[in-house]
């Protein structure tokens, strides 16, 4: 059983817009020191997106969705979101959330995230 939950995918054209979801399931926690978003395209290596450390929500983001995709944590709701705009078509991949209670650092290597998500599959295509 997975533990995170993500949400929100879908075809989008050129230039449009998405928010992804990840929610933690049930008795499971996102207070963990980093969430992050992970993609991963045909024929590619899983990589990093977009990381909040949760002691102060504080983001960081890679290079290539750098002033065009944002993260945010609701705590309430126990999600954490990434909002996508200015999408291309170079941006097409499943979306993984992660995170790992070891973790005191945003990093971006997906073998140090023991907890996931199963994905959720964005397409941007005209």
């Known amino acids: 059983q997975e533990q995170l939950v993500e949400s929100g995918g879908g075809l989008v054209q050129p230039g449009g817009s998405l928010r992804l979801s990840c929610a933690a399931a049930?008795?499971?926690?996102?207070?963990?020191?980093?969430i992050a978003w992970f993609r991963q395209a045909p024929g590619k290596e899983r990589e990093g997106v977009s990381y909040?450390?949760?002691?102060?929500?504080?983001?960081y983001y890679e290079d290539s969705v750098k002033g065009r995709f944002t993260i945010s944590r609701d705590k309430a709701k126990n999600t954490v979101y990434l909002q996508m705009n200015s999408l291309k078509s170079e941006d097409t991949a499943v979306y993984y959330c992660a995170t790992d209670p070891r973790l005191r650092y945003a990093s971006s290597d997906p073998s140090e995230y023991r907890y996931w998500g199963q994905g959720t599959q964005v397409t941007v295509s005209s």
């Open positions: 049930s008795g499971f926690t996102l207070d963990y020191y980093v």
């Open positions: 909040i450390v949760t002691s102060d929500d504080s983001p």
